[in-house]
């Protein structure tokens, strides 16, 4: 058997029993390999291209991979043999909205709608003679929206969705902050149409680790997998200490202390990291694949 459909049926049987996956926002620094070679890896099962930082409200669209390439120069539709690599191993390639910093906003329920269309032309099923990645068709929509109006993400998510029916899933993801409710994302959660959500447990110190006290990160996983209806939730990390202001885990203690209480939750579907730059800085994904 070719080792490639080997590694593909071992994460396959590994979900079927409950096993946890990683996923990893990739994009953001460019000494940080290429989208191949972060999947590449064997570590990862989602990978987030971070981020389409502008849209909405009129504007057109663009996307920033650091240093990655320029996609003023049409430099960015490399990225489609990456996208495509990552795929045969199984693993599930999302375009990341929003982020830290940006211009993003949705105006209208027809803004909403715009944005839709032109997200499914652009990068996922649909077609277009202007898409920033190349033709390889992304598996779906990660909204990490922090900045901006609140409104409409719940109309886009809606529309997003409404393209499942042309034969492909359109896969939803969302990054919300770990207060609950999420004033960006909440709306939107509460649809039922998300698929995985990585809560970003970190940055917030009510409801993250802090030395010795892992009571407020546990109460606030609870709170989260018992109140949104999605398919899977994840618990977001920083994978090393400088790549958050406040909330890194050590591996020893996530996988001693966090871990085991989580994973007991039907809706645990494993660890988000921010970001592969950082990972590959402090080794973290390496040292919980086989707890998580």
């Known amino acids: 058997m070719p080792l490639l459909l080997t590694l593909v049926l071992v994460q396959t049987c590994l979900a079927a029993v409950g096993g946890g996956g990683i996923a990893v926002y990739w994009g953001q620094n460019g000494n940080e390999g290429t989208l ?5 890896t064997g570590r990862f099962s989602y990978v ?9 409200n009129g504007q057109t669209p663009e996307i920033n991979l650091a ?9 960015c539709i490399a990225v489609s043999d990456g996208i495509r690599r ?22 209208s329920k027809e803004d909403a709608n715009n944005v839709a269309a032109y997200l499914w032309n652009n990068f996922l099923g649909g077609s277009s003679t202007s898409r920033p990645l190349g ?11 922090e900045l901006g109006s609140t409104l409409y993400w719940d109309d886009l998510a809606r529309y997003l969705k409404s393209y499942d029916g042309t034969g492909r899933k359109v896969y939803l993801t969302g990054a919300p ?11 939107a959660l509460n649809t039922g149409l998300f698929d995985y959500v ?31 209806n999605a398919g899977k939730i994840f618990l977001g990390l920083p994978a090393a200490p400088q790549a958050a202001g406040s909330g890194f885990i050590p591996p020893k203690v996530l996988a001693a202390e966090i871990l085991p209480m989580i994973r007991k939750s039907p809706k645990y579907g494993g660890v988000m990291l921010w970001s592969k730059y950082w ?5 973290y994904s390496a040292s919980i694949k086989n707890r998580v």
Do not use: E
């Open 135 to 145: 033709y390889a068709v992304l598996d779906g929509i990660d909204f990490d929206i």
């Open 177 to 187: 902050q770990c207060p609950f409710p999420d004033s960006f994302l909440g709306s």
């Open 86 to 107: 990552c795929q045969r191993r199984g693993i599930k390639v999302m375009l990341s909205l929003g982020g830290g910093v940006g211009s993003y906003s949705l105006a």
């Open 48 to 56: 987030n291209i971070a981020f389409l930082y502008k849209f909405g």
């Open 36 to 40: 191949a070679q972060t999947c590449a």
């Open 279 to 283: 990972d590959d800085q402090a080794g």
């Open 67 to 75: 240093g990655h390439c320029n996609p003023d120069s049409n430099g």
């Open 198 to 228: 990585w809560v970003q447990f970190y940055n917030n110190p009510p409801c993250q680790y802090t030395s010795g006290n892992t009571g407020n990160i546990k109460n606030s996983w609870t709170r989260w997998t018992t109140s949104i």
